[in-house]
């Protein structure tokens, strides 16, 4: 959809107005892409964070403006809410790409988009560029786009699920214009405070989760006390509510829009089937639409939800389409049927009912599948108590509006044991202080990866993560020095968790540069402790590649051996055979299966060099090199010829003819016989023979003795036994006696 007429919407007549947030922020923007080339907003889901950027292309409508998103459908939408809001600002000087697009783009592509020469690049939802798949082309574009100025927006710039990388730092160098987070956009008033309600189903298979955990317990008395416990979580789960008696009674305006968030297209499918029993306490009449990216007919259905305007309850499942981007007006409320997910995902999908400038609350049903998500949204809480606490610490307190929403627990007493059970099990700093001790009794350091659970089912590397947030001062808690010293006694290190992560993959790195002598590590290899290795390497090298790799880091890897581009080492070690080959032969004649004594197929890299060469796919170096080691660069058959003609030379150095017995191989494993016979076949038969013997060819064996009638067997059995007799100076042959070229001497 990039830069269509559908797109350039008519002629500026009025000007955008912003909220008062949004607004300031635009501004701080400004100036700080002024004075250092780029700014961030990271601001909420439904604080109408398109709108600075549409603010800026109508404060520029002789700039060109480039606006990159990770979706075409996202940028539709926002289009169709500015329309709503204001009709007439052009959108004329403004070039649409998706980040997919800019993947399929060569590199003259890029260049071509480039010459285009932007004065400023938005980049929307850009934590989506820390994403390996299109980063690579969207970094090589603003490369080639020097001075122009890169304004982001995202609702988050932490990618919590790729070792929370912050997209921020990485693209903006840290300048974030302005920054809110969810708790205190509801704070202040911007988003309405919802109306939150938590329930609980399909809870079997959590509860034979954390049997399984206590069962595992290593002390008999531990496993007592929390099998108490989850009886009577248990109990307490089989009491609680239904969802239909829950929707019924907190689903208020029956004829409202609901947004209904799914796990994936199973999932969803099975939401959907649940829908008349769930629902008909609501109102027996509603209307299921569905909205998911692979489905052809996701549009044309979320174009149907936002206009249905009848007295139904409408529900619009979704999978992924309503992440992040797009926002919903008129929602009355959304569903989360979930499982545990990343914290970014769970506030874009709350978001989805939240608009700024509401005054009604929406209404929130957390449906989880899973004890955990019971209390996620403490989260949130928190999130706004550290927003009050800042304003009023900042002298604003007056720009607080409320300090907390409604929530309702349909399972507050499930949720209370389950915090009984969790403090039960988890048994508190020391326990964790043990199972750190045996981990590093039995690896050597405290070099955890984040998700490791100990065979108890402790949650060790999150709480060793905690333990450096609460030194640092990143969240609240409670770390004594005494307690630090003991985590220093077992190799504790408390620096960045990105530094102690690389680190950790260099060491690794280093042990099989030990052991093997090199780095050509498999991209599948896990060391012994379990560690990807493989994958750390990959990744190293795309680092590099897009410069995003220090300096000191790649001066550390130079020094143990790291090979950069794999390919060219490959070639390298292929050429190196191929060279001992030609000194120890005089030629590159080698036959398709040759494979050297070590197991190398070095045949098949013959052959697919000369399989390059005329494509190109070789440099000048390369081609010369191979030149040089006697490279024959003919067809196959050209090759395989001249395979039997060199063995024939050969032979005929030796002999001084080319009478060879047809059963001959050569010292090489070469049926020479068997090839000189198939040379006269084709000389004498030309049209019966499917081979090609120019006169080229038959020259070159006239020159070594080639004799291509069919020999008189008389004439030569009496040239063969003059020379036997010269040799025995008898003629007593044995009757059976034949001659190396199959000829009877007695016959």
Request: with cysteine.
């Amino acid at each position: 959809m990039e830069d269509t007429p559908e797109l350039r919407l008519g002629v500026r007549c009025v000007l955008l107005q912003l909220f008062e947030h949004n607004e300031k922020a635009y501004r701080s923007a400004v100036q700080m892409m002024e004075e250092c080339g780029k700014a961030a907003i990271v601001h909420p889901t439904g604080t109408g964070k398109s709108y600075i950027a549409f603010k800026l292309i109508e404060e520029h409508p002789a700039d060109t403006i480039f606006w990159l998103s990770p979706s075409e459908y996202i940028f539709k939408t926002q289009i169709e809410n500015l329309k709503r809001q204001a009709p007439d600002i052009s959108l004329a000087n403004v070039h649409f790409y998706t980040y997919a697009k800019l993947m399929c783009c060569a590199t003259e592509e890029l260049e071509a988009i480039a010459g285009l020469n932007p004065t400023y690049i938005i980049l929307d939802e850009f934590h989506r560029v820390g994403a390996e798949c299109w980063g690579a082309s969207t970094l090589e574009l603003l490369k080639l786009c020097p001075d122009a100025k890169i304004l982001g927006l995202s609702a988050t710039n932490i990618r919590y699920l790729d070792n929370n990388r912050d997209m921020a730092e990485e693209l903006f160098d840290g300048h974030i214009a302005s920054e809110m987070t969810l708790g205190e956009a509801i704070v202040r008033g911007i988003l309405p405070a919802p109306k939150y309600v938590t329930t609980v189903y399909q809870y079997q298979k959590e509860l034979t989760r954390y049997q399984n955990r206590i069962d595992n317990l290593r002390s008999a008395g531990i496993q007592d006390v929390n099998q108490k416990y989850l009886d009577a979580l248990r109990r307490a789960l089989e009491k609680a509510d239904g969802l239909d008696e829950v929707f019924a009674r907190h689903i208020t305006n029956k004829s409202g829009k609901y947004i209904v968030f799914c796990a994936n297209k199973e999932h969803m499918d099975e939401m959907i089937s649940h829908v008349p029993e769930w629902f008909a306490g609501v109102n027996p009449d509603v209307a299921v639409y569905e909205a998911y990216s692979d489905d052809p007919g996701t549009d044309r259905a979320f174009a149907d939800f936002k206009a249905d305007q009848s007295k139904c309850l409408k529900l619009l499942f979704c999978i992924d389409m309503l992440n992040e981007g797009v926002h919903v007006e008129g929602i009355s409320g959304v569903i989360l049927f979930r499982p545990t997910i990343s914290p970014i995902i769970y506030k874009q999908q709350i978001g989805r009912a939240l608009t700024a400038g509401d005054t009604v609350a929406p209404l929130i049903l957390d449906v989880v599948n899973n004890f955990e998500g019971l209390i996620s949204i403490s989260g949130l809480q928190n999130e706004m108590q550290e927003a009050v606490h800042r304003l009023y610490a900042n002298g604003e307190g007056d720009k607080i509006v409320t300090e907390r929403f409604e929530v309702i627990e349909q399972v507050h007493d499930c949720r209370v044991l389950f915090e009984q059970l969790q403090a039960s099990l988890s048994s508190g700093w020391e326990h964790y202080f043990s199972e750190a001790s045996i981990y590093y009794a039995e690896h050597g350091n405290l070099n955890v990866p984040k998700l490791y659970t100990t065979p108890g089912g402790l949650s060790l590397g999150v709480w060793l993560v905690t333990q450096r947030r609460v030194r640092e001062g990143q969240i609240q808690g409670n770390l004594t020095e005494q307690q630090i010293a003991r985590l220093d006694s077992i190799g504790m290190v408390w620096g960045n968790r990105k530094e102690i992560a690389w680190q950790h993959g260099f060491e690794v790195a280093k042990k099989y540069h030990d052991t093997y002598g090199n780095l050509m590590v498999p991209g599948k290899y896990t060391d012994p402790d379990g560690y990807p290795l493989g994958q750390w390497i990959i990744k190293t090298r795309q680092q590099k590649l897009n410069g995003r790799l220090k300096e000191e880091r790649i001066a550390q890897l130079d020094e143990i051996g790291m090979v950069w581009n794999i390919f060219d080492a490959k070639w390298e070690k292929a050429y190196a055979l191929a060279a001992a080959y030609y000194e120890e032969n005089g030629n590159l004649n080698i036959p398709r299966s040759y494979v050297t004594a070590a197991g190398e197929r070095l045949g098949q890299w013959v052959a697919s060099q000369q399989w390059a060469y005329p494509k190109g796919k070789l440099t000048d170096e390369q081609v010369e090199r191979l030149n040089r080691i006697g490279m024959y660069w003919g067809n196959r058959n050209d090759r395989q010829w001249n395979e039997g003609y060199q063995e024939a030379k050969r032979y005929f150095e030796v002999y001084g003819n080319l009478n060879v017995p047809i059963n001959y191989v050569s010292p090489s494993g070469y049926a020479l016989g068997k090839w000189i016979k198939r040379q006269r076949y084709a000389r004498l038969n030309p049209e019966k023979s499917g081979a090609v013997l120019t006169e080229e060819r038959i020259a070159k064996l006239d020159a070594i003795g080639m004799r291509w009638e069919k020999s008189d067997s008389r004439l030569r059995r009496l040239e063969l036994a003059q020379e036997s007799k010269r040799k025995s100076e008898n003629l007593n042959v044995s009757a059976n006696h034949k001659t190396g070229e199959d000829i009877g001497l007695c016959s």
